[in-house]
């Protein structure tokens, strides 16, 4: 039953395609597309800064990159992009800063659409930001139920570590 409804939760949740979310009228898709920028990365190499600000949107198109943040003297890692991924949709939606550090683990590329343009795309074609911010939303309820799942351990009287409830 437990296995059943976490699934259900996940499926809503799951990311929605790329076409999907940006699905506009011709005009705008030509607006996005002439504002697409692709940057080649070598494993090291920082894509943006947390805190920076915003570009536009960004796509992973290729290689692993790494979120990391640093909150309260603490430095986190968030979690690992991959190809497919939109990231920093908080930024390019919200205030405009970087909410975290990408930083490529290995070669790879990254495709931007500048944040003029995505403004004007919002103007002209309300829809897609809605659809942005539902994803953002999805988002984070991915992140929220992978910190549910995750088990914390505590050693036991005896010395042993045992998992935590």
Do not use: W
């Not at 296995?3 to 030509?30: D, F, K, M």
């Not at 909150?71 to 979690?79: E, K, P, Y």
């Amino acid at each position: 039953m437990q296995t059943e409804a976490r699934s259900e939760q996940t499926e809503s949740v799951a990311p929605r395609p790329l076409a999907e979310l940006l699905q506009c009228p011709p005009s705008i898709g030509n607006l996005l597309n002439r504002s697409a920028e692709c940057f080649n990365y070598e494993a090291g190499d920082v894509v943006f800064h947390q805190s920076d600000k915003c570009q536009g949107l960004y796509l992973i198109v290729s290689g692993q990159f790494q979120r990391r943040t640093d909150r309260m003297s603490a430095h986190l890692v968030l979690g690992q992009a991959r190809s497919g991924d939109l990231v920093e949709l908080a930024a390019a939606l919200g205030d405009e800063l970087h909410t975290y550090t990408l930083g490529a683990l290995s070669a790879g590329s990254v495709l931007m659409l500048s944040i003029e343009a995505l403004h004007r795309a919002f103007d002209a074609h309300p829809p897609l930001r809605r659809r942005l911010l539902e994803e953002l939303a999805r988002e984070v309820s991915r992140g929220y139920a992978a910190c549910c799942h995750v088990r914390v351990f505590k050693p036991s009287r005896g010395g042993k570590v045992a998992a935590a409830d």
